[in-house]
């Protein structure tokens, strides 16, 4: 089974994205997956699209949470595998 790839979309001076991915690398011990951090400001298309709501925690298209880490929304993706 390939690892998920998971997506953080946020931005540097954002405490919220830090707090997340910080809660990502938390479970690292537990689950196996990588993550791409992707600084929303980088890209006009992107800013336009997540602007106010990050920190958002993708898998692929689909949205696993936003603003904070939800450890059950995302755990679901881990237990599907």
Not at 26 to 36: G, K, L
Not at 52 to 62: A, K, S
Not at 72 to 77: I, S
Request: hydrophobic content about 45%; proline content about 5%; overall charge negative.
């Amino acid at each position: 089974m390939t690892a998920p790839a998971l997506t953080l979309y946020g931005r540097k001076w954002c405490h919220l994205c830090d707090d997340m991915l910080a809660a990502l690398e938390a479970m690292r011990p537990a689950w196996d997956f990588s993550v791409t951090v992707i600084d929303v400001d980088s890209d006009p298309a992107l800013e336009a699209r997540y602007d106010e709501i990050v920190p958002v925690l993708t898998l692929g298209e689909r949205e696993l949470c936003r603003y904070r880490f939800d450890v059950d929304a995302v755990a679901v993706v881990f237990q599907s595998g």
